[in-house]
């Protein structure tokens, strides 16, 4: 059976960050379900462009679903943060010990702003681990730790997609020969 | 003033390759209008994702924007190539000299396909420029030739769109700037 994964939109949410996991998790037979943070499907990203999503997430907090993406964007991460609902979410699915996958701000403002990292080790984008004292900061692209994956940011969304990818569905070839289809040469699954 | 950009969306456009032109243009103060080139401005991507255009094509089809660009998908690029008020638009802006901007299978579907490459040097996805026989396949991952700047794929879709603020606006340390700050190591403004 498919391998499926939550990536939690909110208002401010970072469109390309976002975007590009959804498409690389499909091309490799991951079904991805987007999910609106707030009361309506429509979520406006960053920089304004307008998204329906799947599923409001009232509709889903019941689904154990094997991975839960949270992209970055400034307001975005606030808005996830501030989100009784989103935290009970990604509690439910750590406590399953189901894959809990930040991008950028989320790892610090979502996790670390609600004491969800829980001493793990972890990366986000600038100086946001500064205000962070829950989990162990490292300076990488990629961190894995548990059940954690953490992507530093944009830039490296596609080795962030690709590396949960990997880390859902260990088909390394599958992986690889998309990465290459792509045209996109600086990842390949870890030998 | 600032320089405005149309992206021309059709059903099954890829949607990272837009998401990402749409994210770092309007990150380096570019305004980015998302074109819905079909009935109504609801625009289903290749791979699901939902998006609301901010305009119809019928709505903007007189306006002349600073640069038009094309994203891949492969029935996004289809539906493009066969949308004759698509290329009236894209043959007005051509003639007008502005930036002609293809991504992935569009330099070979919409333009070849529509006679619109003219002798010019292009790059596209895959094999696609066997078919072609109006322009001139370069093997590299974004290629200028007057006013027609194309892009191999959705891997360097990122280089495209810095590619593309470059030449609209520029301003080379901003755009260095931004490449750093989102952590995208592999592209930065030619010498």
């Not at 501030?82 to 189901?98: L, M, S």
Request: aromatic share 8%; glycine share 8%.
């Amino acid at each position: 059976m498919s391998k499926r994964v939550a990536i939690l939109l909110a208002e401010g949410f970072e469109e390309a960050e976002a975007v590009i996991v959804i498409d690389i998790l499909q091309r490799l037979e991951v079904d991805v379900v987007t999910v609106a943070c707030r009361p309506m499907r429509q979520v406006a990203s960053y920089h304004g462009l307008n998204v329906t999503a799947d599923h409001l997430l009232a509709e889903v907090h019941t689904t154990l679903f094997d991975a839960v993406v949270l992209p970055g964007g400034p307001q975005g991460t606030v808005n996830l943060a501030a989100n009784p609902q989103v935290t009970d979410f990604i509690r439910q699915h750590d406590q399953a010990g189901k894959w809990i996958c930040p991008l950028c701000s989320a790892a610090a403002r979502v996790l670390g702003g609600n004491r969800l990292l829980r001493g793990r080790r972890y990366v986000c984008s600038g100086d946001l681990h500064q205000t962070v004292d829950d989990g162990v900061y490292v300076d990488a692209h990629v961190v894995e730790d548990g059940n954690l994956i953490s992507g530093r940011g944009l830039g490296v969304a596609f080795d962030f997609a690709f590396y949960l990818a990997w880390r859902l569905t260990g088909k390394k070839e599958a992986i690889n020969f998309q990465a290459e289809h792509i045209y996109y040469d600086s990842w390949r699954v870890p030998e």
